[in-house]
C-alpha cells in the first residue's frame, strides 16, 4: 500500500501563490500510481481538481483551475506538487492528494478512481 502525506497548505491573500506537495511512502512503485488533487470546501462534496498519469505525461484540470494550477510529479523522489496562482477566495478548501494503481498511461477523474488518500492540508485565500 501506499501512503500519503501533504504539506504546503496555509492562509494566503488574493492573488497569491502556494505549492502544495504529496509524498509518498510505502514499499510501492510510485511511477505505478496515478496521482489526483481533490479539494472539499466546508458544507460541500469533495470535488476533483487536477490529476497526472503515471509518468507524467498527461494531465488533466477542472476548468475553474486552468492556466492557474499545475499538477507535476518527481517519481524519483516520490512526490507530486500542485502549483496554485492567482489564488482566489473561491479555491479555499482542504485539498487531498490520491493515488491508485494503473496499468497504463491514463489520468483519474472521479472520487471513485483512487484507493488511497492524503489525511489534507487546509489551503485559504483571504480578498
Known amino acids: 500500500q501506499v501512503q500519503l502525506v501533504e504539506s504546503g497548505g496555509g492562509l494566503v491573500q488574493a492573488g497569491d501563490s502556494l505549492s502544495l506537495s504529496c509524498a509518498a511512502s510505502g514499499n510501492v512503485i510510485f511511477n505505478n500510481y496515478a496521482v489526483g488533487w481533490f479539494r472539499q470546501a466546508p458544507g460541500k462534496e469533495r470535488e476533483f481538481v487536477a490529476a497526472?498519469?503515471?509518468?507524467?505525461?498527461?494531465?488533466d484540470y477542472t476548468d475553474s483551475v486552468k492556466g492557474r494550477f499545475t499538477i507535476s510529479r518527481d517519481n524519483t523522489k516520490r512526490m507530486a506538487r500542485l502549483r496554485m496562482n492567482n489564488l482566489k477566495p473561491e479555491d479555499t478548501a482542504v485539498y487531498y492528494c490520491?493515488?491508485?494503481?494503473?496499468?497504463?498511461?491514463?489520468?483519474?477523474?472521479?472520487?471513485?478512481?483512487?484507493?488511497?488518500w492524503g489525511q489534507g492540508t487546509q489551503v485559504t485565500v483571504s480578498s
Open positions: 497526472i498519469s503515471r509518468g507524467g505525461s498527461r494531465t
Open positions: 490520491a493515488a491508485d494503481r494503473v496499468t497504463s498511461s491514463q489520468v483519474l477523474l472521479g472520487r471513485d478512481s483512487y484507493d488511497y
